[in-house]
């Protein structure tokens, strides 16, 4: 029988996940999706390591998907000369322009803009929201004057975020630029961009992806500023998916408010009918523990149950001790909790007439029989995708079956919650085809003789046009 996990995975590769029989042994174990994280990337082992997924999806025939995630607008402060302890009351100067060693008086801040862009009264967090400052005033040139509201060692590089103030950084910064580059030219499935703000930061990312592709790459919109949270409508106009980013959403924001985030988040990102990734500290204490804390297995379990695509590890597998575990422990969660009747899917059906909307309206039909009848599987026939994203977001309990002649999106769509994608190129007459598929489902242990199944296709078949005829069969 299949791996009948429907909730995907994404592990972030680092040095714990260097070799190849531990990224098979993941795989096996329930991975989905492999990320590179582009702030702490080298090309040349991004290029083995892509190698030797590749290889691997071959070997093992499947698809597993890679997402190339950029690392936005990060601001740090420069390397410290000594190990600094801040303490509340202390008055400690942020300087831009040439950068030099820090000291318990004046700390190197590696955006020019700043003095610019700060007023007196804002906050300056650092290290994850452990240090905080508040502005006392600024020159509008090189340096800012702040006085410490929460103390701590302030250590080299750390991050820094200023929730209340209006940044004038692009979205796309100029090694975002080489690194968006170099993803396409790896041929990443997705690409996530960090700090979205506005549509436009996506706008500029989808001009570069058609300058250097002669394919759509699809765009995660990482939502981790106050300013995404507003924007929300607008920017999923102009994504192809979410990310979660709980890790500095909740810095940005105070930590309580960032459960129901997640939670609005979830719902839009269904109703738009695209895949929503939760991220960070998911099961963080398995970095260096074989054993999660209750809290981290409900915090996954809760994330499913949201209705969540995909779930995200980032330390716990690119720098933690046991990759494979986590992976095991994460995938025995998901599949626990993910069929319950708890989950609650919108239910409203497709209303906007779009040029899509006979497309969108068949596939909401067919997931909503799919129940009533108790089909086994939806077997949709697809060149783009698009069937398998509207199938996917309305969560039938019938296993999706996507089939494609388009190579490069059977791992794309490995990121959808519950789509299982297969490489399929004859397209011949209605019957043969929907006969042909329903024997490799058969094949493939999704289903048993007698079971009912749906399948979805555009006619006439050879034409590849957009998806215009529901059939119900039965494996015979």
């Keep these: ?3 009948l996990k429907r909730t995907k995975i994404v592990a972030t590769l680092g040095p714990a996940t260097s070799n190849k029989e531990t990224l098979r042994a993941m795989i096996n174990e329930g991975v989905d999706v492999f990320r590179i994280n582009f702030s702490h990337a080298d090309y040349t082992d991004v290029k083995q390591r892509v190698k030797m997924i590749r290889a691997l999806g071959k070997e093992m025939n499947t698809s597993i998907a890679i997402l190339g995630d950029l690392q936005g607008p990060k601001l740090r402060v420069g390397i410290m ?19 030099f060693e820090g000291t318990a008086k004046k700390v190197y801040m590696n955006y020019d803009n700043f003095p610019k862009d700060v007023n007196p009264g804002e906050r300056v967090l650092l290290d994850d929201g452990k240090l905080m400052f508040e502005v006392l005033e600024t020159n509008k040139k090189d340096t800012v004057k702040t006085k410490v509201i929460q103390g701590g060692p302030l250590r080299s590089r750390k991050g820094v975020n200023l929730p209340n103030t209006n940044i004038s ?5 100029k090694k975002d630029k080489e690194d968006a580059v170099f993803a396409i030219s790896q041929e ?7 700090f979205v703000r506005h549509a436009e930061d996506l706008k500029e990312l989808q001009a570069l992806i058609e300058a250097h592709s002669e394919y759509k790459i699809p765009i995660i919109a990482k939502i981790e500023k106050p300013e995404a949270v507003k924007n929300i409508e607008k920017i999923v106009a102009y994504c192809d998916g979410l990310m979660v980013a709980r890790g500095d959403l909740g810095v940005e924001v105070p930590a309580q408010e960032v459960p129901l985030i997640q939670k609005e988040l979830v719902l839009i990102a269904k109703r738009a009918r695209i895949p929503v990734i939760i991220a960070t500290q998911m099961m963080e204490t398995m970095i260096t523990s074989l054993t999660p804390t209750r809290a981290e297995v409900n915090d996954v379990a809760n ?5 969540a695509d995909a779930v995200m590890l980032s330390g716990e597998t690119s720098v933690g001790k046991y990759p494979v575990e986590v992976i095991r422990t994460m995938a025995n969660i998901c599949k626990s909790v993910e069929n319950s009747n708890l989950i609650k899917v919108p239910h409203e059906p497709p209303h906007i007439r779009t040029n899509r909307y006979i497309t969108k309206s068949v596939c909401y039909h067919a997931a909503h029989m799919a129940n009533e009848i108790s089909a086994k599987a939806i077997c949709t026939l697809t060149n783009s995708g698009y069937t398998a994203f509207q199938i ?8 999706i079956l996507v089939y494609t002649s388009n190579r490069r999106i059977l791992s794309r769509l490995n990121l959808l919650w519950g789509v299982k994608s297969f490489y399929y190129d004859k397209f011949v007459s209605t019957d043969e085809t929907v006969d042909d598929v329903n024997s490799i489902a058969h094949q493939h242990g999704f289903v048993d003789k007698g079971d009912y199944l749906i399948n979805l296709a555009a006619m006439p078949i050879t034409d ?11 494996v015979k």
């Design 169 to 173: 950084l692009p979205a796309l910064t």
């Design 188 to 194: 990443v499935d997705w690409i996530a961009l960090s």
């Design 1 to 3: 029988m299949p791996n």
């Design 81 to 99: 000369k000594e190990e600094v302890v801040v303490q509340p009351g202390d008055k400690i100067n942020f300087c831009t322009g040439k950068e």
């Design 464 to 474: 590849k046009g957009m998806v215009n005829t529901l059939r119900v069969s039965q």
């Design 303 to 307: 994330s499913v149950m949201d209705g």
């Design 392 to 399: 996917s977001a309305w969560r039938p309990d019938a296993h």
